[in-house]
Each structure stands twice: as structure tokens, then as C-alpha cells.
């Protein structure tokens, strides 16, 4: 793949969906029980004025951290630094004020846009950090006149914007370690989106998503915005997950991203339903939980059970996944109709996929310039000829399907040598309805397996003694294993395994305190 392709700028994305689209709704969302609609005209005039003022208020290339939940307003605030030149710093709004401290430090941001709940961690982050500019995101809309197309400072949206340039820093959840700012160019971000589709009824003008991913990620900003923007699809925004199950019915979308425990939660919602009332067809108990038109579900982020996938085509639903980096721009594979259910899809026409000592490397013109202010790091992630280390154990097939079957970092090597990928044998406990959860690590040069059962699942069954029913789900397991994989030792744990906020496992804390540590 060459890097000479066309990439749109944000600017040429906001001309063109207002240009083709005006006044039709783009993002959807629910204010004090009232749909709110927002056509695209809107957002390119809001967009437009928020880069306005940040132009206004602002040297050049400022750091401009973005700290919120999913909001049309934080939404502009993005779009408006993205616009405007300067340098977009997104951040769950949990974060604490001291690593925001910490982590302000080491961009060196010069400004913040927050949301409300983060009104007081703003106030001390000002007191700590001489000359942060700090403005309410909720409140953005209070400089839509000041700084429209009308106004004085109308010509500060009139730039060019270097795509080569670096346009956001987005931190990784430092699972295992120092968190690392990953740089990408709005070449990088944009030209992410620009892949040929495999599957071209998934994304349809005017069709309608829901998005309830987190937008400060990657996954979701450049998919259930950038790309929907692009594409002219409809974008509702859930808000906090606990309201899913009202805004499915109430948005009725026809697509829906999602990480697998947000699949599986869905899934046990239509099977209570049917449970209830054993008449109702799994369809019509489908549409009740997800809306009459639900059709595609796009998962990423973890590993997705093909079991998951079949149980919902039985439902009318095409759960399938796709594959990415956010050091990769974002996407690597996507699904696709007829890939095999245990793939991640097939990779993009963007990037090239190969596969050196186990590990899958990636090369794409999409890729990071770097981690900020890490040289080491960012020479790290690289081979010598400048393929992108991945970190995952898998394979590519000849028509570009990718299959990834465990993580580099996670590998346990035995004494004797023997390397064992824990996903692997964690997956094969993924179809047993008494296990929710699962991690396999090593101790004592021995294999351990500690699980969190569904309790009420057991007490539905009769099951009195938790140990004893998964010792016997583990010697079946052990009993076709290779020695190298045979499980030592089973624990119990009665809470859910410590998670990123993209539902990845924190394997090193959750080793550690099973070590004693």
C-alpha cells in the first residue's frame, strides 16, 4: 500500500456532510428525558466556532485536553480542536486530578475543556498548573454567536490544517506500565476511515447507530464519528451504559459497536425474556431488548466467542469483529460476511499484515509518528525495517483473514521452555455457561486457572460446591491438553477481574495479587 492516497481533511469531512446532508439529523441524544437532534449544518457551525475561539485564546499548537462522557458538546469541542490546529488530548472524565497533574505535566497542555462532574478537579488542576486555560465543555454553546460566521473572528476558521502533522495524543490504559501518549496526524486519523468496506450493507446513508462506546477512545471516535460522518450515517449517543437498555428501544438503531461483554450482556438480557415468558420467540424477544431494526454489531476491543456470533444469527443479528491499534490509526481488520467466525475479519486494503516469530506486524500509512516525548518506546514498537509490532500471537490466511490467538506480553515460559499463550486456554472455557470470567496465569512454574463463576447460574443448577463443579470442567479440559497446558490449580474469585475501560483484563494486577503481591 503506498501512502499516496486521498485523505480528507476534518474541515473537507464537515463541508461535505453539510453540503450532501444539511439539515437531516446526524447526532441524536436524550437531554432531561427529550430527544435532541443536531443536523450537520449545526455541527459544522458549532465545530466551527469552537475552533474560533480556541484560535482566538490560544498560541498555536496548544495542548488541548478534552475531558468528558460522550456528548454532542464534547463532540464539538474535538472537532473544534481538531480544526483549529492545536493538539487534541482526550481523557476518560474519571480520571483523577493528580495523574491529570501528572499527565498535563508531561504534554505540557495549555488548556482544558471538561464536563460539569469535573468542574472541581479543573478548579485544582489551575491552581497547580500556571497559565491553564480552562472553559466548561457543557457550556461551549455560549460562544456560538461570539465567535460565528458572522462575527470578528470569522476568518480564524480559514487555515490549513498540516495533516502530516501531529492533531491528537491519545494514552494508552497503561495495563502493564508507564502510559503512553500515542501521536497521530489527522492524516493518520482520517485516512484510517478511508478503507474499501468488505461488507457494503453494513453502512448505509441515513442509516442510524447507536454509539455507547467511550469517545475519548480511539475505536469509537474514529468509528461511531469520523467514519459515520464520512458515510452519513445517523449517530445516537447512549450516554452511560446503565441506560442501554432504555435508549436501544428508544433510538431503534440498525448498527451498534460494542466490546464482547457488552454482546453477552445484551444476550442474557433476551434470554431472561424468554425465560419469563417461554412463549416469545428468541426474534421477538431480540427486538424488545435491542429495537425492531438492529441488524450489524461490530465488536472489538477483546476476544469475541464464535459461539456469541451464532447465537446471535439465530437472533436475526450479524455479531462480528474486527481488529485494531490505535498506534495503527485504528483499524487493522474489519469484519466481514464470510471470514471465518473465529477470525478478527480481513485486513483492510490500507495495511499489510505479516507475521514474524509468532507475532503479527502491521504496516500502513496510517501509522503514529510516535509516543510523545518516548524515543526509546517508539523505537521499540518498531522491527528495523519499520513494521509495527503488534504484540499479539496469530496468523493471516492467503484471502487476508487474520486469526489472533494470544498476546506476546501474556506468553508464560516454563522452566523446561515450553512457551503457553493463556488466551488459549482461556478460550476453551468460553461455551460453559457457569463461568463468566476467567484468567490463566502462571505460579510456582506451574499453570493456574481463577474464575469467576455466575453464582445465580449455580444456585439455578443446584450447584452447592463452586471448586468442585470447575475442577471438573478443568480435568475435562486437561484431558485432551497438551502437558505443557495442563492445568495445576483452580481458584475462586466472587468479584469480576479488575478491567480497562475497553473491558480488557488488568492481567498484571490481577497476577500480582494472586502471587501475594
Known amino acids: 500500500m503506498t501512502e499516496s492516497f486521498y485523505v480528507p481533511s476534518m474541515r473537507d469531512l464537515l463541508d461535505q456532510g453539510a453540503e450532501k446532508f444539511g439539515d437531516a439529523p446526524f447526532i441524536k441524544y436524550l437531554d432531561h428525558g427529550e430527544v435532541k437532534e443536531k443536523n450537520y449544518r449545526q455541527l459544522r457551525s458549532d465545530s466551527l466556532a469552537a475552533c474560533r475561539m480556541l484560535r482566538d485564546r490560544c498560541a498555536p499548537r496548544t495542548k488541548v485536553a478534552v475531558i468528558g462522557k460522550t456528548s454532542y458538546e464534547f463532540l464539538v469541542c474535538m472537532t473544534g480542536v481538531l480544526l483549529s490546529g492545536n493538539v487534541a488530548v482526550p481523557f476518560a472524565p474519571e480520571i483523577s486530578a493528580r495523574e491529570a497533574e501528572m499527565l498535563f505535566r508531561r504534554v505540557d497542555v495549555g488548556a482544558l475543556l471538561y464536563e460539569t462532574e469535573f468542574e472541581q478537579r479543573a478548579q485544582d488542576l489551575q491552581g497547580r498548573l500556571d497559565g491553564l486555560l480552562a472553559a466548561n465543555l457543557d457550556q461551549i454553546d455560549r460562544f456560538y454567536a461570539p465567535y460565528g460566521a458572522d462575527s470578528a473572528f470569522a476568518a480564524l476558521s480559514e487555515l490549513t490544517v498540516d495533516p502530516k502533522e501531529t492533531s491528537i495524543i491519545i ?98 438480557r433476551v434470554k431472561v425474556l424468554r425465560s419469563i415468558d417461554p412463549h416469545i420467540s428468541a426474534r ?172 445465580d447460574y449455580a444456585m439455578r443448577c443446584g450447584i452447592d460446591n463452586l471448586l468442585e463443579a470447575l475442577e471438573l470442567l478443568v480435568d475435562d479440559c486437561n484431558s485432551t491438553a497438551k502437558s505443557s497446558h495442563i492445568i495445576a490449580d483452580v481458584r475462586v474469585r466472587h468479584t469480576p477481574f479488575p478491567k480497562t475501560g475497553s473491558g480488557k483484563l488488568f492481567r498484571k494486577r490481577t497476577e500480582i495479587g494472586a502471587n501475594g503481591g
Open 171 to 268: 494514552f494508552t490504559s497503561g495495563t502493564t506500565g508507564v502510559r503512553k501518549g500515542v501521536m497521530l496526524s489527522s492524516y493518520a486519523l482520517i485516512g484510517n476511515i478511508m478503507y474499501r468496506d468488505y461488507c457494503t450493507e453494513v453502512f448505509r446513508e441515513n442509516d442510524v447507530s447507536l454509539s455507547i462506546l467511550p469517545m475519548y477512545h480511539c475505536y469509537c471516535f474514529s468509528g461511531d464519528y469520523i467514519k459515520n460522518l464520512k458515510d452519513g450515517v445517523q449517530v445516537c449517543l447512549n450516554g452511560n451504559l446503565r441506560d442501554l437498555s432504555r435508549n436501544l428501544p428508544l433510538f431503534a438503531p440498525r448498527i451498534l459497536r460494542c466490546v464482547p461483554l457488552i454482546a453477552e450482556s445484551l444476550l442474557r
Open 284 to 455: 421477538d424477544a431480540a427486538k424488545q431488548v435491542f429495537g425492531p431494526n438492529l441488524e450489524w454489531m461490530i465488536s472489538g476491543g477483546a476476544y469475541l466467542n464464535p459461539q456469541l456470533i451464532a447465537e446471535y444469527e439465530d437472533l436475526g443479528i450479524h455479531l462480528r469483529q474486527g481488529y485494531g491499534m490505535t498506534e495503527a490509526g485504528c483499524r487493522i481488520s474489519v469484519p466481514e460476511m464470510d471470514a471465518d467466525p473465529a477470525s478478527v475479519g480481513r485486513v483492510i486494503d490500507l495495511c499489510e499484515v505479516r507475521v514474524r516469530g509468532g507475532e503479527i506486524q502491521v504496516s500502513t500509512p496510517t501509522m503514529m509518528t510516535g509516543y510523545f516525548d518516548m524515543p526509546e518506546e517508539t523505537a521499540a514498537a518498531f522491527t528495523p525495517d519499520g513494521w509495527l509490532h503488534t504484540g499479539d500471537i496469530g496468523y493471516v490466511t492467503e484471502d487476508r483473514q487474520l486469526f489472533i490467538t494470544g498476546r506476546v506480553k501474556n506468553l508464560i515460559i516454563l522452566s523446561g521452555g515450553e512457551n503457553v499463550s493463556p488466551e488459549a486456554i482461556e478460550k476453551k472455557f468460553a461455551n460453559y455457561p457457569l463461568i463468566k470470567e476467567c484468567m490463566v496465569y502462571a505460579e510456582n512454574d506451574s499453570i493456574i486457572a481463577e474464575f469467576y463463576p455466575d453464582e
